[in-house]
């Protein structure tokens, strides 16, 4: 899930390759995994919720295209830049089970409650004056967008659901990026793709306690809402999950654990904990993890499966989550605080986007150096400090966030 501020090249998507599972080490600065600390938790306020009714999750039979109706708002078009995705001890053989391959029907379930990142977080108080990327909307409808997304252009019209042949070069400036007048031809069919997800986004914000403008808004920077991969098999899906994110997911959220991995591992095997398989079923299983969100599909419509697309957005939610939870973990190593009472929430979530983004080995140098160097963990102290090379994308991501 690194920077998306890189121009397109030209560039074509290679073919998912799922027979080979491709464990990729991590750096020596990824931070050492500890408890959070066994303070009394200060009083919580929770976020507020929409009025909606009862939020279930079952496996989604979804199809965009039906989707295709969608009337366009009146908000203005904008032109957005093409902003796309991109990339980013011995085996143990107490993982020896045969892996397989998670099936494209599985849907997580979450448990009845949840807790909030404010919660994790342990945020004393909520500030009155929420940006508009952080608040609610109190209907689907206030989730809905017109952007021009080039990259998203070039691939309806690579996978023909668009016809562009008037155009020069069929629409296309590049094999990831359309041309003006493949982006006016494609334009109805940018517009309805983009909205398509708008519902499933508004329910894993409502169950979730996720601000769903913010988790669109993911989307749109990661992936221009195409849920395949971009450039190879290390990203994939509408957030550009990668083993990092996932490796979030499988150590922070024990439930979806539970469920996805015996799914790819023998159930005794799962039965060790995540941390207990050793490097080796780790490493399958967040390769198995990022497979899952990948929505390419050869044999289907548009070279997309919706289903399997609609089913990842929940697990993006709580891949979210779970960088709440790092960055509370971050925080605490530094501090001997919870991030609640270091930092305040809007720049809270601004650190979690930045981890996010870049990992938390990255983050992890930010918040020492500017807890050591200022005693302040305000986003506007620690985003100075994200200098390295593979570092330095995080405060241009956030700040793409919040504009």
């Known amino acids: 899930m690194q920077g998306v501020r890189k121009t397109i090249g030209i560039l074509t998507l290679p073919l998912l390759i799922l027979s080979i599972i491709v464990g990729i080490l991590f750096s020596s ?37 039906a989707q295709d109706q969608l009337t366009p708002t009146s908000l203005p078009v904008q032109v957005l830049a093409t902003a796309t995705p991109a990339s980013g001890s011995s085996a143990d053989s107490s993982s ?9 029907e599985f849907a997580y379930a979450p448990p009845e409650k949840v807790t909030t990142c404010a919660e994790i977080w342990q945020i004393p108080s909520m500030p009155n004056d929420l940006p508009a990327i952080l608040v609610f909307p109190p209907s689907i409808d206030d989730l809905k967008t017109e952007y021009n997304y080039y990259y998203l252009a070039a691939m309806l ?16 400036q590049s094999a990831t990026t359309a041309n003006q007048c493949g982006v006016e031809l494609a334009k109805p069919k940018i517009l309805s793709w983009q909205n398509s997800y708008d519902s499933r986004i508004f329910e894993t914000g409502v169950r979730f306690g996720l601000p769903s403008r913010l ?19 290390t990203e994939s899906g509408l957030g550009q999950l990668n083993e990092t994110g996932a ?27 995540y941390l207990g398989l050793g490097y080796e079923g780790r490493s399958l299983l967040r390769g198995a993890l990022v497979r899952q969100v990948n929505a390419s599909c050869d044999s289907c419509p ?9 089913n990842s957005i929940p697990i993006f939610g709580e891949v979210l989550k779970a960088n709440c939870s790092q960055v509370d973990m971050l925080i605490g190593n530094t501090t001997d605080k919870k991030a609640g009472q270091a930092a305040d929430y809007v720049d809270l979530w601004k650190l979690t986007l930045a981890n996010y ?39 241009f991501y956030v700040n793409d966030i919040f504009k």
């Not at 600390?37 to 909606?52: F, H, K, M, S, Y």
């Open 357 to 395: 983004n870049v990992g938390p080995g990255c983050t992890a140098d930010a918040i020492q150096k500017a807890w050591e160097k200022d005693q302040s963990l305000a986003w506007g102290t620690v985003s100075q400090y994200f200098q390295r090379d593979e570092c330095a994308g995080a405060p």
């Open 302 to 310: 548009m070279g997309i499966n919706t289903i399997k697309a609609m």
């Open 247 to 273: 490796d979030a997911l499988l150590m922070y959220n024990s439930d979806f654990y539970n469920q996805f991995c015996p799914l790819v591992l023998h159930p005794a095997t799962c039965a060790k904990g």
């Open 96 to 104: 020896s089970a045969i892996p397989t391959s998670p099936p494209d």
């Open 157 to 172: 019209i690579q996978n023909k659901a668009v016809n562009a042949s008037s155009c020069a070069n069929n629409g296309l």
């Open 29 to 65: 600065d990824h931070p050492a995994l500890s408890a959070a600390d066994n303070g009394q938790p200060a009083q919580i306020t929770t976020l507020p919720q929409p009025r909606v009714s009862v939020i279930t999750f079952t496996p989604v039979q979804a199809d965009l295209a």
């Open 215 to 233: 988790l669109k808004k993911v989307f749109a920077l990661e992936s221009q809402f195409w849920p395949g991969i971009y450039i190879d098999i």
